[in-house]
């Protein structure tokens, strides 16, 4: 007969009871780190834990309660409501009144709109409640800044295959855990690790898994029908890893890594990041960050972008992956993006200058008698089809230069044009 025990999942089953056997996360709970320090003594503070899912968050909340001796009162950001949050208000006092400590542990804290963070800020200040929320997401962007002032920020990381695999081997002998009830060999251990993609609650799930299907030991068969069709990369469509991998996209293109570049995009594409989207930053980065150096650049991503639309995956994805590798391996210019914030600051700073007069049009005769077009001079009826000297400014803004062509790529010849150009003017100026 199956204990109450034995009813619960094996992740659950295998929660670490102390902090030695929490995996991972050494640079936290090492022996001489100050947070393991502060919860062996079991002295409290407010915190955020924040990190991927299954690295420890929930389970180290929970030993801090158990370490400090404390009450543990626990809410879901995506249950929880305003009743919900009184209750555990009443709760707390409840054991102040008896002069015992209460942990409040919230989570997905993010989860929570303004109003809900901020109902919890006099009960922390008053110590009627140690706060605890754990949060995948960042808490710079989805906090209040106010709570965030009241608690001390954890980063857990991602557990490394290592230590997954020590966790899946303690699983399969452990009294609570398999009990020695199946076994399963070394490299299978490792693909299980690796397919946990850094996360100790899916090793586990998909262990038991793998446990209840098999006739015996586990086989590589086996595991093979359990992993078959999921995918084991983490990817969150809205959330910090979706902003990150874009830009560590970003950034291996305009660093002219072309494999790190196409890397990133297999991962956005593979968690499935919408094609189109990573179309539209690909253009941003030609004009950003290969500009006039490679105008090819930004036919190319247009192009792969017309692809997408017209034949989608994997013809699209195709396309994308040669505009990343042309654009990683291009020439690097920010000239034209530097050249547009220079001019859109003078823009607003100078507010709303007059079009000088010889470069109005003057299709009405009133206008020619107020001087419009006057003076104009056509750039092709002058030597080499430029009108050197001519001034095509607001006047108070003359003379200013926005655009710096790098020495690379084709804005080598673009800069030598445009020097050329100058000295045109500068020969007309003194003729003046």
């Not at 420890?56 to 626990?74: H, V």
């Not at 962007?141 to 290592?162: C, G, H, I, P, T």
């Not at 969150?236 to 570049?261: C, N, T, W």
Request: charged letters at 20%; one cysteine or more; hydrophobic letters at 45%.
């Amino acid at each position: 007969m199956l204990t109450p025990d034995r009813l619960q999942p094996l992740a659950a089953r295998m929660r670490p009871r102390s902090l030695q056997e929490i995996s991972g996360q050494s640079h936290l709970l090492a022996a001489n780190k100050p947070l393991y320090q502060a919860i062996e003594t079991g002295h409290l503070h407010s915190m955020i834990l924040w990190g991927p899912p299954g690295t420890g968050k929930t389970t180290l909340a929970r030993l801090i309660s158990r370490y400090a001796q404390a009450e543990f009162i626990t809410l879901s950001a995506v249950l929880a409501g305003v009743k919900d949050i009184r209750a555990a208000m009443e709760q707390a006092k409840a054991h102040q009144a008896l002069q015992r400590a209460t942990i409040l542990f919230v989570d997905e804290v993010h989860r929570f709109n303004k109003a809900q963070q901020d109902a919890f800020l006099p009960y922390v200040e008053d110590g009627t409640i140690t706060f605890i929320g754990a949060t995948t997401e960042n808490p710079s962007f989805e906090l209040n800044n106010a709570l965030l002032s009241r608690a001390r920020v954890y980063l857990l990381k991602s557990l490394q295959s290592d230590d997954i695999k020590q966790l899946l081997q303690r699983a399969l002998k452990a009294e609570q855990g398999l009990n020695q009830a199946v076994d399963c060999a070394p490299p299978l251990l490792d693909t299980l690790a690796q397919a946990a993609d850094g996360d100790a609650r899916r090793a586990l799930n998909l262990l038991e898994i793998a446990a209840d299907l098999a006739e015996g030991d586990i086989t590589e068969e086996v595991l093979q029908d359990v992993l078959a069709g999921g995918s084991t990369r983490r990817f969150d469509k809205g959330g910090e890893a979706f902003y990150d991998q874009i830009s560590a996209l970003h950034k291996a293109v305009r660093g002219s890594a072309p494999d790190a570049a196409l890397y990133w995009l297999v991962r956005m594409l593979d968690g499935g990041c919408d094609a189109l989207y990573i179309a539209r930053r690909l253009l941003r980065m030609a004009s950003e960050d290969i500009g006039n150096a490679d105008p090819r650049a930004l036919t190319l991503t247009l192009n792969a972008w017309d692809v997408v639309e017209r034949l989608g995956a994997p013809e699209g994805e195709l396309a994308l992956a040669q505009a990343v590798l042309f654009m990683a391996t291009a020439a690097k210019s920010n000239a034209v993006y530097k050249a547009f914030k220079a001019a859109t600051a003078d823009v607003k700073q100078h507010g709303s200058l007059e079009v000088p007069l010889h470069l109005r049009n003057a299709p009405t005769q009133l206008m020619k008698k107020l001087g419009y077009a006057q003076q104009y001079r056509y750039a092709h009826d002058e030597p080499h089809a430029y009108a050197a000297g001519e001034q095509y400014f607001p006047e108070a803004l003359n003379g200013q230069q926005y655009y710096f062509p790098v020495e690379r790529g084709l804005e080598i010849k673009i800069a030598e044009k445009l020097a050329y150009l100058r000295a045109l003017d500068a020969q007309a100026e003194q003729k003046v």
